[in-house]
């Protein structure tokens, strides 16, 4: 298969902690989460829309605790679930504790909502290390303490990262470290720079996110620009792309960012040209066709679809698999030798199951690698 080579940074050095079987830290890939949108209480619902993540290649699941209805389903929904559950609590600290004892894999608290949140730190650390579950400091621009807002005048990224350094080193004064740490602003700039100014302070994990990102086009390249500042300079270990949309796309869109930054394998990719005077072909068309015919294959495959003369046969010639189209037909390459010639109603289908067949050929050349063991004797 082609291989794009990326440099891949060198991740800023972090204490490590396990979020059930997930491990976050400089020492583990950087992991990708989402949130439920189900009310956490109908345990059924909940439940398929973590299998519908999980199948979207998420790695950690938040659940909201709102109310104890959610707070009594939560041991339910840790027991079942295939993927870490993170209890998401605010406002009401009892919640925290019921999400302890409930077996969820790590607790958000948000220092900013909490009523009396620092007066129970102490029962918190010791109920979270006797059942060894980790937390995260969310702090919000939208919910942060009053007290350093007025001191600042807005949520600067220096408000953001004095607010969870306080709570960190209120942590840290009961010996307690299992923590990692998030700073989350709406302006993908001032979350970048807070994620900055917090990895220069800290050694804990940080989980990346823009918070109210927005509809789907807005909060994707909101979140890409952030994430790819900070991803490129070894800051962040986990992330969550917020959008006003289907959880399942936020896990697609930050997966998909982790591919581009070389820090998830690569599994299908669409070269595909933009439209422009040129095409001979109705490339759009073409490309989502393609895509949405090859969605789930099992191997990395780089696809192009090019509608005219000019980068077309290049680009073709440099994917496993390509089409250069013009003039009502399509030049079929497989990699980077025409092999067939096709009508334009035909590439399509042609493509496909030409991928279908250089899949199958990998997935057959995978089997007959020898193992380990056998390759040392």
Known sequence: MSTVEHTTPERRTTRQLMVGSVGVGSDHPVSVQSMTTTVTAHVDETLQQIAELTAAGCDIVRVAVPT???????????????????????????????????????????????????????????????????????????????????RHGSATPEALVESA??????????????????????????????????????????????????????????????????????????????????????????????????????????????????????????????????????????VAVMGCVVNGPGEAREADLGVASGNGKGQIFVRGEVVRTVPESQIVETLIEEALRIAEEHVKESENEPGEAETRS
Request: with cysteine; aromatic share 4%.
């Open 165 to 302: 350094m306080r709570e960190a080193e209120l942590f840290a004064e009961h010996d307690f470290h299992d923590f990692k740490i998030s700073v989350k602003h709406h302006d993908p700039m001032t979350t970048v720079r807070a994620y900055e100014l917090l990895a220069e302070q800290c050694e804990q994990p940080l989980h990346l996110g823009v918070t109210e990102a927005g509809p789907t086009q807005q909060g994707t390249v909101k979140s890409a620009v952030a994430f790819g500042s900070l991803l490129r300079q070894g800051i962040g270990d986990t992330v969550r792309v917020s959008l006003s949309a289907p959880p399942v796309e936020e896990v697609k869109v930050g997966v998909e960012i982790l591919r581009s930054l070389g820090l998830r394998p690569r599994q299908l990719e669409i070269v595909s040209c933009p439209s422009c005077g040129r095409a001979q072909v109705d490339v759009y068309k073409l490309a989502e066709e393609v895509s949405a015919g090859l969605e789930g294959l099992p191997v990395p495959l780089r």
């Open 68 to 150: 104890s209805d959610d707070a009594e389903a939560l041991r339910a929904i840790a027991a079942k679930s295939p993927l870490p559950v993170v209890a998401d609590i605010h406002f009401q600290p009892r919640y925290v504790f019921a999400a302890i004892e409930a077996g969820c894999a790590g607790v958000r608290v948000n220092p900013g909502n909490i009523k009396r949140f620092d007066d129970q730190i102490k029962d918190i650390t010791r109920a979270a290390r006797d059942h060894g579950v980790p937390l995260r400091i969310g702090v919000n621009a939208g919910s942060l303490d009053r007290r350093i807002l007025a």
